[in-house]
């Protein structure tokens, strides 16, 4: 299974949404909250090539974006291989 990281903020509901479908697919994540920790929004800024929203979801260290990005691979069928799950 891929490594999943996905950098969030407590009572976001685009970063509930994400890890909804992760949960759902059975897949475990790291979540990385930047708002207790403001030094990883800039680690996270950095690896997600400038984005500066939460959710960031990083599937085996390749930055996929965010909330509605993995609902688009999902329903493009392409997530599941991303996750290992196909």
């Known amino acids: ?12 509901p685009y970063c509930s949404r994400a890890k909804k479908l992760l949960t759902d697919k059975g ?8 708002m207790m920790h403001p030094r990883k929004r800039v680690e996270m800024t950095q690896l997600a090539e400038g984005r500066t929203s939460v959710p960031q979801i990083f599937i ?9 990005d ?5 329903r493009a069928g392409k997530l599941d291989a991303m996750l ?3």
């Open 1 to 12: 299974m891929a490594e999943v990281i996905i950098y969030t903020t407590p009572w976001c």
């Open 27 to 34: 897949v475990q994540f790291e979540e990385i909250d930047v």
């Open 60 to 68: 085996d260290g390749k930055p996929v974006g965010g909330s509605d």
């Open 70 to 74: 993995i609902h688009a691979l999902d």
């Open 84 to 86: 290992g799950l196909a």
